[in-house]
């Protein structure tokens, strides 16, 4: 007994194995550093093979246009990462959310208010049936999704044809829409004004007759930059952040800390159920129709645009401004071949390529972040 | 070790005859104990002895079928673990509550954050999170540079202790710890000895529930020995030797019989 209360006296705490942390230590524990490295990367690239156009104010708003919608939802498809869980019918959401909204405006002749509405708590109830299911049948999210991939798309075809009597195209949808300000809110350009007066102060490109070349920012973009903005709030400083990275690092001792593991899990599917349906109103007010082709493979995309912006497949580690910045390289690649020699069909060499350098990378800040050997 | 609870106050926690019956299998039958403050009780028996049901009531995840519980003298029925939590129960299990990725602040304060502002603007006080989190791993002695690392960078001995030192932090009267060192090696346990050693000081009671007789008998002023759902007895440290607890514990005649057949390895 003697020697062992001395051992206790004797064991020291300080742990003199424990470095001072540097900056570039500080660095490696952001999770979107991987990101921003590899959009230095990607934009250092493109800065060398192409053409400069690319680089002028319209090449980037083609380029932050289709990034911007594949970027509303990586951010919500990231956070539900980070929450622990996937969500594979975020695409197929996009085009059932378009048939709802269609099919609300033109079918049944609701204003554009009510339209959005249906369709946002038509898509965070079907985000919350499906977290509910994951939740209580404690199946993989990734088997229940994958159904509701299939279901969803399923349902937006037969819908599309009972809307349209046969047709997977629902047309007119600009017609009914007047335009007002709830309409600007979701479609067309914003900072007309400022570009107006950029142009007429000869800080940017215009037209003989004085018209900017570009107009304004387009509102996905708005929307993207907003929605990084508040989930990187909502996820660093806020106690429901806390709880996601609970949520998905270790559900059980969440619970036991008490933290409601369920509930946060299900507002995240209806969270990203509801950035689909945000997607889908604003492309389907800018093409005045819908199809049910939709949003496909959007899923995926997002995915992917989440983990180079370092989520973790396994959960519980991510950020929202590193998926903001996956999608900015996504767009990037996608686009940007067009704008050197390579043909434009290496894109998909690329993306894989890109994917899997960002998982080995995450991987391995993991294990820097936790200390594993 | 010096007992500095007083005679006058009642235990913290005081269980007589607890029973518990799980469809005809009896888990507890008539289990008495009782862990006043500045005590460690510790709680020794074998698997099957028990102990985990005892906890599981403790601790308000199970109810008990039969007999009193008693916090500061009061009968209670917790429905939940939050209604012992509520009580100032907190228990610590071999695998603490900690979630490697994420930073010890974060951890610390999980499920408990302090919030400021107002809606929808209000959000979690990270820099008077992260004061008190450095200030309380300075207390345990665990020198961390940087609150923000990641708990996956703390040893399995540091982490019991965070995980202590959060239940103190957020106000427990009894800390049940559930072998919180049956995972660890030697220096790691010290370490966690030590710190239970010190809770002890600062006026709280100990449950402390383990496998190991040398750690029972590093910190504990008081043994209670379960066996087969039953109260073996409770002794003072004064009134017995490491080997008489370590043979009832084990049941003695029945560990000579397997020592006999395994030819004496034990």
Redesign the interface.
């Known amino acids: 007994m003697a020697p062992i209360e001395q051992k206790i006296g004797d064991a020291s705490n300080s742990d003199e194995r424990i470095k001072q942390v540097g900056f570039l230590t500080h660095m490696m524990r952001r999770p979107e550093l991987g990101a921003v490295a590899g959009l230095i990367l990607v934009v250092t690239f493109f800065f060398l093979t192409a053409d400069r156009s690319m680089f002028s104010l319209s090449g980037v708003m083609t380029i932050l246009a289709p990034a911007s919608q594949l970027g509303i939802l990586a951010i919500a498809a990231a956070l539900l990462m980070i929450g622990g869980e996937f969500d594979l019918s975020i695409g197929s959401m996009v085009a059932f959310a378009g048939l709802i909204f269609g099919a609300a405006l033109t079918n049944f002749g609701q204003p554009l208010w009510i339209s959005i509405i249906i369709t946002m708590l038509l898509a965070a109830v079907m985000g919350a049936v499906n977290g509910q299911i994951v939740i209580r049948t404690r199946l993989p999210s990734f088997i229940v999704t994958l159904a509701f991939l299939f279901i969803l798309r399923g349902l937006t075809l037969v819908g599309l044809k009972w809307a349209t009597g046969g047709s997977t195209q629902l047309r007119g949808i600009g017609g009914v829409v007047g335009d007002g300000p709830l309409k600007r809110l979701f479609s067309g350009v914003a900072f007309q004004d400022l570009f107006s007066w950029l142009a007429a102060h000869d800080l940017i490109e215009k037209f003989d007759n004085g018209v900017p070349k570009v107009t304004g920012v387009p509102v996905s973009v708005v929307w993207f930059v907003a929605i990084a903005a508040l989930g990187t709030w909502v996820l660093l400083r806020t106690r429901i952040g806390n709880w996601v990275f609970a949520a998905g690092g270790d559900p059980n001792a969440a619970r036991n800390s008490g933290v409601p593991v369920d509930r946060v899990k299900t507002g995240l599917f209806a969270l990203t159920a509801c950035a689909a349906a945000l997607v889908a109103i604003i492309t389907v007010l800018d093409a005045g129709s819908t199809d049910a082709r939709r949003g496909f493979q959007k899923e995926f995309e997002a995915i992917i645009a989440a983990v180079i912006g370092g989520c973790l497949l396994t959960g519980g580690y991510g950020s929202a401004i590193g998926a903001f910045f996956g999608a900015i390289i996504f767009g990037l690649v996608s686009i940007g071949l067009t704008y050197t020699k390579f043909d434009s069909d290496w894109f998909q060499v690329f993306l894989g390529s890109m994917l899997l350098l960002a998982v080995l990378f995450n991987n391995f800040i993991r294990r820097k972040v936790t200390g594993e050997r | 070790m010096t007992d500095s609870h007083s005679e006058t106050a009642p235990p913290v926690i005081e269980v007589k005859n607890i029973v518990k019956h799980y469809g005809s299998v009896i888990a507890l039958s008539g289990v008495s104990m009782k862990v006043s403050q500045g005590e460690v009780l510790c709680l020794l028996g074998d698997n099957g002895a028990g102990k985990s049901t005892l906890i599981k009531t403790l601790s308000g995840v199970v109810r008990p079928s039969g007999g009193d519980f008693l916090v500061e003298g009061k009968p209670v029925a917790f429905t939940s673990?939050?209604d012992a939590?509520d009580a100032g129960i907190a228990t610590v299990?071999q695998d603490?509550?900690?979630?490697?990725?994420?930073s010890i602040t974060?951890n610390f304060?999980?499920?408990?954050?302090p919030?400021k502002g107002i809606p929808p603007f209000?959000?979690?006080d990270?820099k008077y999170c992260s004061e008190v989190t450095h200030e309380e791993m300075h207390k345990?002695?665990?020198?961390?540079?940087?609150p923000?690392?990641?708990v996956?960078?703390l040893s399995g001995g540091e982490r019991q202790c965070v995980a202590i030192a959060r239940a103190v932090y957020f106000g427990a009267k009894v800390l049940i710890l559930d072998e919180p060192t049956s995972a660890l090696g030697?220096?790691q346990t010290?370490?966690v000895?030590?710190y239970i050693?010190q809770v002890q000081q600062k006026g709280l009671g100990v449950i402390f529930i383990t496998h190991n007789v040398?750690h029972a008998?590093?910190v504990g002023n008081r043994f209670t020995v379960l066996n087969r759902g039953k109260t073996l007895g409770t002794f003072d440290k004064s009134e017995i030797s490491?080997e008489e607890l370590q043979n009832l514990m084990a049941g003695g005649k029945e560990l000579q019989v397997i020592s006999h057949e395994l030819g004496g390895t034990i």
């Open positions: 673990p939050r939590l299990y603490p509550a900690m979630i490697p990725l994420m974060r304060f999980m499920g408990r954050e919030v209000r959000r979690v990270f345990i002695g665990i020198d961390i540079h940087d923000n690392q990641a996956g960078t030697v220096a010290s370490m000895l030590k050693h040398r008998f590093a490491l």
